[in-house]
């Protein structure tokens, strides 16, 4: 609701701008259309210079720039003078009142932030965080590692595949292992390339040479790359066209990335990235929170658990989380997930209550079993 607040409040200055701006361009117009004649009849010998400059005079006059300006000028500004006021209202600005007082280890936190320089192929920019921190010296060993992944992205921006295929022929025991056939997807495309330069000879032989050990797996597609070679000469208005598009190159690109982080035993995004994104997202409840607790700051940062539930994407939820059904709290260390002889789970504290310490057995709440708490077992997912 606040974001659609907030785009609302945006596309009505927007609207303003650009009624400002076309009322600009049709006075600018004008301007140009009676200077225009006025140099033409001053070219002609039949006209009296000062009897035209007086005549644009008089029409400028006319047209009055300005005043038409004016309207549309000012509904601008006031959209303008409006929209920080709406920004204030919808945006919080002061988001240090959700902060907790938590310590860190600051090595960590510096190797987290250089990693993820390096990551995003922002080599200088790692170098010189290192340097001035003076610290996180184990990400250095990271920088190696991605520097040879962005050779290799590098390289397939000029179309070069060498250096793919080679790191995918090194490792291709273990993308095997993951499932991927990143290598068979590189021999595609060079095999495209190939036959794109006419060349249909060199790719029949590209083919027989890289292609023999995916046949078991890929017949179908290593088929239609075969069939490409009966329009070598016009491939691009064949039914092959679709395999010449730049995207393909993107998506093996994107796969190379994958694995490359997949081997090295790291995510494909950045956990810096993913941090602040869930972030990003569970930062609303938490400020509405704060601003509900407003003077138990102090309440606040003695918290072991979130007061509120923060809702995240499914791509933020890396681990099973599990509810109470009775008590309708998330469970934790200190008050773990319990499975019950009827196959049934409650957190250990709902289990204490209604057995009163274990001292009686109680019944399920989802079913009629008696339940004998001394029988209990603590889950794990």
């Known amino acids: 609701m606040e974001l ?13 701008q650009k009624l400002s701006f076309s009322k600009t361009q049709e006075v600018l117009d004008q301007i140009v ?22 005549e644009l005079k008089k029409k400028l006059h006319e047209i009055a720039p300005l005043s038409q ?4 000028q000012k509904e601008l500004n006031i959209a303008l003078s409006k929209h920080p006021k709406a920004l204030e209202k919808i945006l ?3 988001i240090s009142k959700a902060y907790r007082n938590i310590e860190f280890d600051s090595n960590t936190v510096n190797q987290i932030i250089a990693s993820h320089f390096y990551r995003q192929g922002l080599f200088d920019v790692g170098d010189c965080f290192i340097s001035e921190t003076g610290e996180a010296e184990a990400a250095v060993a990271m920088r190696s590692l991605f520097q040879e992944m962005y050779q290799m992205l590098e390289a397939m ?18 993308l095997k292992e993951n499932g991927s056939d990143l290598q068979l997807k590189l021999h595609h495309l060079q095999f495209v390339k190939i ?16 292609f023999a050990p995916f046949a078991a797996n890929h017949m179908a597609e290593i ?3 075969m ?21 393909n190159w993107d998506v093996v690109a994107e796969e190379l990335t994958r694995q490359f982080c997949n081997l090295l035993g790291q995510s494909y995004e950045s956990p810096l990235s993913v941090t602040i994104a869930a972030g990003v997202q569970g930062l609303p409840p938490l400020l509405k929170f704060m601003t509900v607790m407003a003077g138990k700051k102090q309440e606040w940062q003695s918290m072991k658990q979130s007061p509120v539930p923060v809702e995240l994407d499914k791509e933020f939820q890396f681990h099973s989380i599990f509810v109470c059904p009775v008590s309708k709290e998330q469970s934790t260390d200190d008050n773990p997930p319990m499975l019950m002889s009827c196959g049934h789970v409650l957190c250990k504290q709902s289990i204490n209550k209604m057995s009163k310490n274990s001292s009686k057995s109680f019944k399920c709440p989802y079913c009629p079993s008696d339940i004998d708490a001394t029988q209990c077992r603590q889950l794990n997912f």
């Open 69 to 72: 300006l004016e309207g549309t």
């Open 4 to 16: 659609n607040s907030l785009k609302d409040a945006f596309d009505r200055v927007a609207k303003k």
């Open 33 to 54: 259309q009676e200077i225009e004649k006025a140099i033409e009849m001053m070219q002609s010998t039949t006209f009296d210079y000062k009897s035209v400059l007086a």
């Open 223 to 225: 088929q239609k790359l």
């Open 227 to 247: 069939g490409c070679l009966l329009y070598s000469d016009r491939l691009q208005d064949s039914p092959y066209a679709h395999l010449l598009s730049p995207t």
């Open 92 to 94: 919080n600005p002061d």
């Open 195 to 210: 036959l794109q330069k006419g060349s249909r000879d060199e790719a029949l032989k590209y083919a027989r040479t890289n």
């Open 157 to 174: 921006k000029s179309r070069n595949l060498e250096p793919a295929l080679k790191w995918a022929a090194v490792n291709s025991d273990k």
